[in-house]
T-cell receptor, first 110, second 114 residues
Framework: AQRVTQPEKLLSVFKGAPVELKCNYS??????LFWYVQYSRQRLQLLLR??SRESIKGFTADLNKGETSFHLKKPFAQEEDSAMYYC????????????FGAGTRLFVKA | DTGVSQDPRHKITKRGQNVTFRCDPI?????LYWYRQTLGQGPEFLTY????????KSRLLSDRFSAERPKGSFSTLEIQRTEQGDSAMYLC????????????FGSGTRLTVV
């Protein structure tokens, strides 16, 4: 069965500190992994996709198939990074149905 | 095109009443998805459409829930005989047919059943 686990409900870091948001998944096929972000009073939006290997707003995420993880990292957190972050797993066929984790709230303190 | 639009933004209804929500996806997007989100949880899949065809429904979707996308453009989600447990944020998202580039979400409809 597909499952996405985000073990931390809340992560609090100081501005300028590194941040890592953890995500583990289970899926029998070849998944596509995403991170979505929701800033205060805004809609849920795509942050990045594992397949594009891009860095968005300084965030990167590497898919580790051995550990079935897709952790989101940023070397120096900014106050504007404070938001709710959701890890998501999408199957590669049949409409790209996506399963979301429960989310991690990141709070960056000044 | 201003993205994915959902209407209404908020709906308060009495238990037992029927409610209907509307979603207008990005015009070029063939796929449309409905999700439900409750406090402290991520979005849960309800159903999705490719053009006008409803191709998958979650087991979460009881007989009281029905969704349509009659002309392959906007979609409606109806809940009949609402229950307090239906209180949630109902999210709509759309995506293109070619490749898996992730979803574009609407702002959601918050349903409160009293």
């Amino acid at each position: 069965a597909q499952r996405v686990t985000q073990p931390e409900k809340l992560l609090s870091v100081f501005k300028g500190a590194p941040v890592e948001l953890k995500c583990n998944y289970s899926y029998s096929g070849s998944p596509e992994l995403f991170w979505y972000v929701q800033y205060s009073r805004q809609r849920l939006q795509l942050l990045l996709r594992h397949i594009s290997r891009e860095s968005i707003k300084g965030f990167t995420a590497d898919l580790n198939k051995g550990e079935t993880s897709f952790h989101l990292k940023k070397p120096f957190a900014q106050e504007e990074d404070s938001a709710m972050y959701y890890c998501a797993l999408s199957r590669n066929t049949g409409g790209f149905k996506t399963i979301f984790g429960a989310g991690t709230r990141l709070f960056v303190k000044a | 095109d201003t993205g994915v639009s959902q209407d209404p933004r908020h709906k308060i209804t009495k238990r037992g009443q029927n409610v209907t929500f509307r979603c207008d996806p990005i015009s070029e997007h063939n796929r449309l998805y409905w999700y439900r989100q409750t406090l402290g949880q991520g979005p849960e899949f309800l159903t999705y459409f490719q053009n006008e065809a409803q191709l998958e429904k979650s087991r979460l979707l009881s007989d009281r829930f029905s969704a349509e996308r009659p002309k392959g453009s906007f979609s409606t989600l109806e809940i009949q005989r609402t229950e307090q447990g239906d209180s949630a944020m109902y999210l709509c998202a759309s995506s293109g047919l070619q490749g898996n580039y992730g979803y574009t979400f609407g702002s959601g409809t918050r349903l409160t059943v009293v």
